[in-house]
């Protein structure tokens, strides 16, 4: 079995299924993924579409459901005899799910890690008492657990190798397929992809991009998640003056002038493409609350943490307004100087995340260890 509960998981899990099918084309599995982990040959018992939910707050609306996903995925477990877990990120419906299964005997493997080094060393404490392998997507992860007396390895990031095999469009068959204005650079806003995040932070950005895009002659394009129906966006930006693209992130990454970026992986994804960005993040008050008493971190961008030093601005909750967003993108189109400086410092990425073949090594170590199960 295998679950994942969001976008950025769905696309690491269908490359973990794809290269566990190359060593075994026999292999069944099970679980919660999206539609690329179904793709690649997973049989879904629920949809990542109706996972999309985050936060104290939420979570607490949504605990019903969330018990009966869980013991839907027990059931299966018990009925198919599933003796291995690959838990995919997802940390908050995962080590619960972790917890009801550790004592049923279940081998489980935790590939892309919950960010523990956000949270404090006191979840490490708990993860150990219920995960056999941490399969980490960073070299820091694996010193990290190691020292706590886990079993850990790291794999390299998963992205490199998406990032490195994808077929991108040029600039104008990008322009030309979505009837773009050749005359105008872009304006990328990436929202997110979980409903609730989406209707907080995205009328602020298209109001403030709409401003920069004026002010600048850009066009701005909305990197729009699969799983966000276009007429949502439509519905709550109160503006049509925006093109939606689905399914073609990475082009657009690779030739926006400038993004406003929703906090996560997609800031890591930017980054490796060299994109110059503002981040931002808005949620629940409550959420934002909690989550501000318990992470320990400077930075809530990936880009930025994984960099180790604040290369994109951060916008988080009241900052993430629209005289905010449209201020910091002036700032950095106004100055050529900070544009390429953003640039030049976005390349040390790469060199942070491991070698390429991340999804091949995690497949392996998953294989041997379903063996030994």
Same mark, same amino acid.
């Given at each position: 079995?295998?679950?994942?509960?969001?976008?950025?998981?769905?696309?690491?899990?269908?490359?973990?299924? #794809?290269?566990?099918?190359?060593?075994? @084309?026999?292999?069944?599995?099970?679980?919660?993924?999206?539609?690329?982990?179904?793709?690649?040959?997973?049989?879904?018992?629920?949809?990542? &579409?109706?996972?999309?939910?985050?936060?104290?707050?939420?979570?607490?609306?949504?605990?019903?459901?969330?018990?009966?996903?869980?013991?839907?995925?027990? %059931?299966?477990?018990? %009925?198919?005899?599933?003796?291995?877990?690959?838990?995919?990120?997802?940390? /908050?419906?995962?080590? $619960?799910?972790?917890?009801?299964?550790?004592?049923?005997?279940?081998?489980?493997?935790?590939?892309? $890690?919950? =960010? *523990?080094?956000?949270?404090?060393?006191?979840?490490?404490?708990?993860?150990?008492?219920?995960?056999?392998?941490?399969?980490? *997507?960073?070299?820091?992860?694996?010193?990290?657990?190691?020292?706590?007396?886990?079993?850990?390895?790291?794999?390299?990031?998963?992205?490199?190798?998406?990032?490195?095999?994808? &077929?991108?469009?040029?600039?104008?068959?990008?322009?030309?397929?979505?009837?773009?204005?050749?005359?105008?650079?872009?304006?990328?806003?990436?929202?997110?992809?979980?409903?609730?995040?989406?209707?907080?932070?995205?009328?602020?950005?298209?109001?403030?991009?709409?401003?920069?895009?004026?002010?600048?002659?850009?066009?701005?394009?909305?990197?729009?998640?699969?799983?966000?129906?276009? &007429?949502?966006?439509?519905?709550?930006?109160?503006?049509? @003056?925006?093109?939606?693209?689905?399914?073609?992130?990475?082009?657009?990454?690779?030739?926006?002038?400038?993004?406003?970026?929703?906090?996560?992986?997609?800031?890591?994804?930017?980054?490796?493409?060299?994109?110059?960005? !503002?981040? *931002?993040?808005?949620?629940?008050?409550?959420?934002?609350?909690?989550?501000?008493?318990? !992470?320990?971190?400077?930075?809530?961008?990936?880009?930025?943490? !994984?960099? /180790?030093?604040?290369?994109?601005?951060?916008?988080? =909750? @009241?900052?993430?307004?629209?005289?905010?967003?449209?201020?910091?993108?002036?700032?950095?189109?106004?100055?050529?100087?900070?544009?390429?400086?953003?640039?030049?410092?976005?390349?040390?990425?790469? /060199?942070?995340?491991? #070698?390429?073949?991340?999804?091949?090594?995690?497949?392996?170590?998953?294989? $041997?260890?379903?063996?030994?199960?």
């Amino acid at each position: 079995m295998i679950i994942a509960g969001e976008v950025s998981g769905d696309m690491h899990g269908a490359s973990l299924i #794809t290269e566990l099918r190359k060593l075994d @084309d026999t292999i069944e599995i099970f679980g919660i993924g999206g539609d690329k982990m179904s793709a690649a040959g997973m049989n879904i018992i629920h949809h990542i &579409n109706q996972m999309a939910f985050l936060g104290f707050a939420e979570i607490l609306k949504h605990l019903p459901f969330i018990k009966r996903v869980q013991k839907d995925l027990i %059931n299966i477990i018990v %009925n198919k005899g599933i003796k291995t877990v690959v838990l995919i990120d997802y940390p /908050g419906f995962n080590l $619960s799910i972790a917890k009801k299964l550790k004592p049923m005997g279940i081998k489980i493997i935790y590939y892309i $890690s919950p =960010q *523990v080094w956000a949270w404090g060393a006191g979840r490490i404490k708990k993860i150990k008492k219920l995960i056999d392998k941490m399969l980490v *997507v960073f070299p820091f992860e694996e010193e990290l657990y190691k020292r706590a007396g886990m079993e850990a390895e790291f794999v390299g990031h998963p992205l490199l190798d998406r990032i490195n095999e994808y &077929n991108f469009l040029t600039k104008d068959e990008l322009y030309k397929k979505f009837n773009l204005d050749a005359g105008k650079e872009i304006l990328l806003i990436l929202p997110g992809s979980r409903l609730h995040e989406v209707e907080k932070m995205f009328p602020e950005c298209i109001s403030a991009a709409e401003k920069v895009a004026d002010e600048f002659n850009l066009q701005i394009v909305v990197a729009c998640s699969p799983n966000i129906e276009e &007429n949502f966006l439509e519905t709550i930006s109160g503006s049509l @003056d925006y093109t939606i693209i689905k399914g073609y992130t990475y082009d657009l990454m690779k030739y926006a002038k400038i993004g406003i970026v929703k906090s996560g992986t997609s800031t890591l994804e930017a980054g490796l493409l060299g994109l110059p960005m !503002v981040i *931002v993040y808005k949620t629940s008050y409550l959420t934002y609350l909690i989550g501000k008493n318990l !992470v320990k971190l400077n930075n809530i961008g990936m880009a930025n943490i !994984v960099a /180790g030093e604040n290369i994109a601005v951060e916008l988080i =909750q @009241d900052m993430a307004n629209i005289d905010s967003i449209y201020n910091e993108c002036k700032k950095i189109l106004l100055d050529d100087h900070l544009l390429n400086s953003i640039k030049l410092k976005l390349n040390i990425l790469k /060199g942070k995340l491991g #070698t390429k073949g991340a999804s091949r090594r995690a497949a392996k170590s998953i294989y $041997s260890i379903l063996n030994e199960a």
